[in-house]
């Protein structure tokens, strides 16, 4: 799509002190032998006003991996490893504090805004609250507030949105109404969860733009969490690519464009489709289907799909282990770029 | 919301109209006078009460005179009853009844809702299993068998509350039989409740809100009650119609004396203008309700002002 | 699974009870007049005012109760299938209008409509069955016509139409036998409400007449003597209210179980 024309951001990550650090964090649900394990010892880190790309298939658990970095698992989930944020431990924190981080410190974006609103509160009214419950305005000054928020998104007609419900706005529209009620209390942390999956392809474009544009103003970091490789590029600055629950490469963005090392990172930035290619050509994509959660791990979780796979493989699960200076993958025969 | 609401309105007025057709035709194809019991009648006074009743003359000059009767609130008089037209009969029993009803509506809505949110809540928890068990006890326990129940722990044991009867300004006599005509429809909306709160609850905006750092209660009250009570405003109109066709039995054991015991009664008599007036006022005021309903719902889902 | 045991338990105790007992339903027994249920005389729960035997006359209510049900839910059954098959076979012009007369007839109250039919025509077992039948229908036909709907869709019909079949062989024997589901489920959800709406008029006096029995005439009888004989009251109140239980707890499985591959794929 459009990664190959933008330029590739500068790697400040070394420089910039952690915003998000997670540890060997792991989400399972349910007990004894039907036991899933949506997250594996996950560890990640953003820097503040980084962008960090996470990139899987649907079912990878990168969403349950923000979902549960967030709180908002449902209490049939069990959570353990470590999430600091700014340095204080997010995991075990009481539902008042917690909530004193939501939607002022860490706010999130949803995939997919036809249902992520309440259908009978007015735009307005959803907005409005955030400030006066965070920012502990009054109704006037937070309504002023959400108008320049959503003049700011580009919705036109602000005056007149506030007073609509969600239903009477696009999707495209609802989209930037979660993304303007996400900036309001100007957060250090903005999760975006596929935030433009649901949406027409123009309006994913437009939307990305808006992204990036409110987190270069506002100084924000970012997770963005995307199937789709295509998107990241220009936006992130480093990428974690998940399989089956745990994270089998991390490295910074251009390093990942330019020289995949793990299998599948490579196949699916195969299936990014390109100008370069024939039209005719059929679109790569990786055979067979990801792992079932419930069926214990012997070996790597990609091996059955993947095209390098050697006995090893389904004997001996890769730790995710330092390939070179600033990169990790965790395979037993990664691509050889050298 | 205007157009809405003259839309419903317009569907409810043909259905009056055609009940009040159907009766009147019905009662005169029937075979059989309202007098005919009385055997022992001479030919000639069954003729004069046939006239006095205006039963002598042509079906239509009758139909109109009904519905014009009917059009200034006059229902005819009592068969049976001979003191009283039907109308004086209506606008005593009525005061009683609606009291009655609107309690027991009133009440089951309530804790009805406030109860399936609790479980809802609780949801898996034990006390949740409870209410919900006892719920599905309370759905299938008709009220004339919960009536003469409840009356006999707090009426012949307990001696707390009179078993039965009336006296006016009397509120002891009204605990009974409002608790035998809330439960049923208490029990089922708080299992509608709890149903559709737990779903609501699942639901991405409730994600949202929980995203946005909202604090529970505000989450609950604002976000998710409205939209948890849609399935609950759907089961009004039959919750209405319940508590009518419950109110007949409960009336006539307790001796409540309502428009649903004189009902009963004008059945049992064949009182013919007497149970047609009843049925007409039945109508219109389930067909009323309907649209109180209809309003409330529009009110709880803004997506429905919109269609027409 | 119990409650579809028990509901078993309780229809062959109903029709083989009466005849295990030596009394008959409408014998009475004058040497026992209101006497307690016990097994030291052969009126095990005891008699009525009258000294007519209460285990005979409960399970002969029950019997009409569960009878009737079942007649009442079959002809609901019946009707409401074809009507809503026609509906949603035909389409268009015709749908509507038939929509059209649900939506008046469920609009109306029904039961205010029976009571007012026994009125008019007197209090007969028939009218019972044929008022009871026409409240149950409505929404079966409803049911039915959305099921058909979407039936209608299907390559199967098209291949039946094109190979000239007439609109009632599709009806009957590619389209009714495909709602066979639903139409259960529902049914079984019908049944006890018909037996609690017999019952409901009975109890009022304008359902089963004397000396026949249902269970809504024995609680009514049994309300008027509670503080005398609580018996009375209590067996034919507690075995309705077991028999809606059981039926209802079995329905809403019936429901659930279809649901299910819903809800999976």
């Not at chain 2, 009283?84 to 005061?95: A, D, K």
């Not at chain 2, 409740?193 to 995203?211: D, N, Q």
Request: glycine fraction near 8%.
């Amino acid at each position: 799509m459009r990664w190959m024309s933008l330029t590739v951001p500068v790697d400040h990550a070394i420089s910039a002190p952690p915003c998000l650090q997670v540890e060997a964090l792991s989400v399972r649900f349910g007990g004894g032998a039907r036991e899933i394990a949506a997250v594996k010892e996950v560890s990640l880190r953003i820097g503040a006003g980084e962008c960090l790309g996470i990139v899987g298939e649907s079912g990878s658990g990168k969403t349950q991996l923000f979902t549960a970095i967030m709180g908002l698992l449902p209490q049939t989930a069990r959570t353990t490893g470590s999430v600091r944020f700014k340095g204080g431990e997010m995991l075990g924190m009481s539902p008042t504090d917690l909530n004193r981080l939501r939607g002022r410190e860490i706010s999130m974006v949803f995939q997919d805004p036809m249902t992520s609103l309440t259908p009978h509160l007015r735009i307005g009214t959803q907005l409005t609250e955030v400030l006066m419950l965070h920012a502990r305005m009054d109704a006037a000054a937070a309504r002023q507030r959400a108008l320049q928020m959503l003049e700011r998104v580009q919705i036109t007609r602000a005056g007149q949105r506030m007073h609509q419900y969600p239903h009477e706005l696009s999707g495209g529209m609802r989209q930037r109404v979660m993304i303007a009620m996400a900036c309001l209390c100007n957060p250090s942390l903005l999760i975006a969860d596929e935030p433009t999956t649901a949406l027409d392809t123009t309006v994913q474009a437009q939307v990305l733009l808006l992204l990036q544009s409110m987190r270069r103003e506002l100084g924000t970091a970012m997770a963005l969490i995307t199937h789709d490789f295509a998107l990241l590029a220009g936006l992130a600055d480093h990428v974690l690519v998940m399989y089956a629950g745990r994270v089998v490469e991390a490295a910074c963005a251009a390093d990942l464009f330019d020289a995949p090392l793990h299998p599948y990172s490579a196949g699916l930035l195969a299936c990014v489709p390109r100008w370069s290619q024939a039209r005719a050509s059929r679109l790569p994509s990786i055979a067979g289907q990801p792992p079932d959660p419930r069926e214990p791990e012997a070996g790597c979780a990609f091996a059955p799909r993947c095209t390098r796979a050697q006995a090893l493989c389904s004997q001996q699960r890769p730790e995710l282990r330092l390939h070179s200076s600033s990169r990790r993958v965790a395979c037993h025969y990664p691509h050889d770029h050298g | 919301m205007i157009r809405y609401f003259a839309s419903r309105l317009a569907w409810g007025l043909p259905t009056l109209f055609v009940i009040l057709t159907v009766t009147f035709f019905l009662i005169r194809i029937a075979p059989g006078g309202p007098f005919d019991e009385e055997q022992t009648l001479p030919a000639q006074i069954k003729r004069n009460l046939d006239a006095a009743y205006g039963l002598d003359q042509p079906l239509w000059v009758q139909y109109g005179r009904y519905l014009r009767g009917v059009a200034h609130g006059d229902f005819g008089p009592s068969f049976k009853y001979k003191d009283f037209t039907v109308t004086e009969l209506i606008s005593q029993g009525l005061p009683v009844s609606a009291t009655l009803g609107s309690l027991a509506m009133a009440l089951a809505l309530i804790i009805g809702v406030l109860i399936g949110i609790l479980a809802a809540l609780r949801h898996q928890r034990w006390g949740d299993q409870a209410v919900m068990a006892a719920a599905v006890i309370g759905i299938t326990v008709p009220s004339f068998v919960l009536l003469p129940f409840l009356a006999l722990i707090f009426g012949v044991y307990l001696r707390w509350l009179p078993v039965a009867g009336w006296e006016p300004g009397s509120a002891r006599h009204y605990v009974l039989p409002v608790i035998a005509l809330t439960l049923p429809p208490l029990a089922f909306i708080s299992r509608l409740t709890r149903a559709s709160m737990l779903e609501v609850l699942r639901s991405p905006y409730i994600r949202t809100a929980r995203a946005k750092g909202l604090p529970e209660r505000i989450i609950l009250w604002r976000h998710a009650l409205r939209p948890a009570l849609v399935p609950v405003a759907g089961f009004l109109a039959p919750a209405v119609a319940a508590i009518m066709t419950g109110s007949l039995v409960v009336e006539s054991i307790s001796g409540l004396p309502g428009i649903g015991r004189y009902l009963v009664q004008g059945a049992l008599n064949r009182d013919y203008t007497l149970v047609m007036g009843m049925v007409v006022v039945y109508s219109a005021l389930l067909i009323a309700m309907g649209l109180l309903v209809d309003l409330l719902y529009a009110w709880l889902d803004p997506r429905i002002r919109f269609q027409t | 699974m119990t409650a579809l045991a028990l509901i078993g338990a309780l229809i062959l105790l109903t029709l083989v009870g009466p005849l295990v007992s030596p009394n008959g339903f409408d014998h009475l027994d004058w040497s026992h007049v209101a006497a307690a249920p016990g097994f030291a005389q052969s009126h095990w729960f005891g008699t009525d005012r009258l000294g007519r035997d209460l285990f005979v006359r409960t399970l002969q209510g029950a019997r009409v109760s569960l009878a009737v049900g079942l007649t009442a839910t079959a002809i609901s059954v019946g009707v409401g299938v074809l009507y809503g098959s026609v509906c949603g076979y035909f389409g268009g012009r015709v749908d509507q209008i038939m929509m059209r007369i649900i939506e008046i007839l469920s609009g109306l109250p029904l039961i205010f409509f029976v009571i007012f039919l026994t009125v008019i025509v007197g209090r007969s077992v028939f009218l019972l069955f044929a008022a009871i039948g026409a409240v149950g229908w409505l929404t079966m036909a409803r049911i039915v016509r959305g099921q058909t709907l979407s039936i209608r869709q299907k390559e199967f019909i098209e291949a039946a139409i094109s190979s000239g079949a007439t609109a009632p062989r599709i009806i009957f024997k590619h389209i009714v036998p495909n709602v066979i589901g639903p139409v259960i489920v529902y049914a079984t959800l019908t049944i006890p409400q018909v037996i609690l709406f017999e019952s409901f008029l009975s109890f009022l006096g304008l359902g089963v007449q004397e000396p026949r029995a249902s269970l809504g005439t024995l609680i009514a009888e049994g309300a008027a003597e509670m503080q005398a004989a609580v018996w009375m009251l209590l067996i034919p109140g507690a075995l309705l209210t077991l028999l809606l239980l059981c039926l209802n707890i079995v329905g809403d499985g019936l429901r659930d179980a279809l649901d299910e591959p819903d809800r999976a794929g």
